[in-house]
């Protein structure tokens, strides 16, 4: 069965799409830690990062740089941060967090609840840099 994130790249699902090329997909995560907060994913579907061939793997990361150095121009903040989780959806994903400290990166804490127009705007902004 198709993970949510594949009925996204199919189309299925709306989101708020950032880039995409033939293997890879990058996405407003729709339940942000901070603005700006992006996924990207690869098109195969595979729950574990660790699972990816090499060139799969490689290619997943210069392509969530690429996505990442648009969102450092786009968003104010001190860098973006990278993590790797995979517990909630069964298919590989990249978060992409702006951040200011540390504490940006927990996951535990409270969800931005962000309007579908923030959302577009913050889309368009991260597009526009790539």
């Known amino acids: 069965m198709a993970t949510i994130f594949t009925k996204i790249i199919n189309g299925e699902i709306p989101c708020y799409k950032i880039a ?13 830690v901070k603005k700006g907060h992006t996924l990207v994913i690869p098109k ?3 729950d574990y990062i660790f699972n990816l061939d090499d060139d ?8 969530a740089k690429k996505v990442a150095l648009a969102m450092e121009s ?3 903040c001190k860098r973006i ?10 298919h590989v994903h990249i978060h ?12 535990a804490k409270e969800k931005l609840k962000l309007t ?4 577009n705007e913050i889309a368009e902004k991260i597009r526009k840099e790539l």
């Open 20 to 32: 995409e090329d033939d293997k890879y997909f990058a996405f407003l995560d729709i339940n942000p």
């Open 44 to 46: 195969i579907e595979d």
């Open 56 to 63: 799969t793997l490689s290619g997943l990361v210069l392509f």
């Open 74 to 76: 786009a968003m104010p």
């Open 81 to 90: 941060g990278l993590a790797v989780m995979g517990m909630e959806v069964p």
């Open 96 to 107: 992409l967090v702006p951040m200011e400290n540390e504490g940006d990166l927990n996951f």
């Open 116 to 119: 579908p127009a923030e959302m």
